[in-house]
């Protein structure tokens, strides 16, 4: 629902009555709910902390979902930290090998996708493109439309990359047009960026541009996604300056 504050205080109190329990298994899965709450307002401190907490718990307890998910939540975490690779190798890929040793199958898209975004911030697009594209035919299998929007979002950020411009815009409207439908709206205003990004240099295109960006911030403050909300003024300024260049 987007309401990304009011989760954190839910699952906040959770963890106060669950501590007050024996329901061990909800008590690890809480903590890291929460982390992955406080990763999308952008306390990585936090999300860092409770992801460290709830893998400890896991392992404890035996819980190889809780565990697999916690590894999820650490990776994804210092992924937005600038670590793709301690993400990758230390978090993500662990998380890919439990899922596959258990026969887990509903992480699989997100970890895999995970594994795209640290690849394409090492630099190493042909693997990059395969991990994304291996997500989004996971999320096709489990019919999840949230999961595929995503991953087509992630692929095509590697596309631009690649300088495959025309072919990133059809991934990514694909990519749009599914999360309009199945959203949340926290991963449409996140496609949005991605799309100010491969238009942002054409000065046709501007219009567009400021049109997405307003629409992302929109989305973002009203969860109180901080980090988010600093990608979209490093984006409107870029805009604000390409446009003052053009009238200079």
């Avoid at 949230?146 to 059809?170: C, H, K, M, W, Y």
Wanted: aromatic share 2%.
């Amino acid at each position: 629902m987007n309401r990304w504050q009011e989760a954190k205080q839910a699952h906040e109190q959770a963890l106060k009555v669950l501590s007050t329990t024996r329901d061990m298994r909800m008590y690890a899965a809480t903590h890291c709910n929460l982390s992955d709450v406080c990763r999308h307002l952008g306390d990585l401190e936090a999300a860092l902390r409770l992801a460290e907490e709830s893998l400890k718990l896991a392992v404890a307890l035996d819980l190889h979902f809780e565990e697999a998910l916690a590894h999820l939540n650490l990776g994804e975490a210092l992924l937005e930290s600038g670590q793709p690779r301690q993400a990758r190798t230390e978090h993500l890929e662990t998380a890919q090998r439990m899922l596959d040793e258990r026969g887990i199958t509903y992480l699989r898209p997100e970890v895999e996708r995970g594994v795209a975004e640290t690849l394409l911030q090492e630099g190493e697009l042909e693997q990059a493109e395969r991990s994304a594209r291996k997500a989004i035919t996971q999320a096709e299998a489990q019919q999840s439309g949230s999961d595929e929007g995503i991953g087509l979002r992630v692929l095509a950020a590697i596309q631009r990359a690649q300088g495959l411009v025309s072919d990133a815009e059809g991934t990514l409207q694909r990519g749009i047009e599914l999360l309009r439908l199945s959203g949340p709206k926290f991963e449409l205003a996140q496609a949005d960026l991605e799309m100010a990004r491969l238009v942002l240099g054409d000065p046709a295109r501007q219009e567009q541009a400021g049109f997405v960006l307003k629409e992302a911030r929109s989305i973002f403050e009203e969860a109180g996604a901080q980090l988010a909300l600093r990608a979209v003024d490093a984006l409107e300024a870029q805009l604000a300056a390409s446009r003052g260049n053009q009238r200079s």
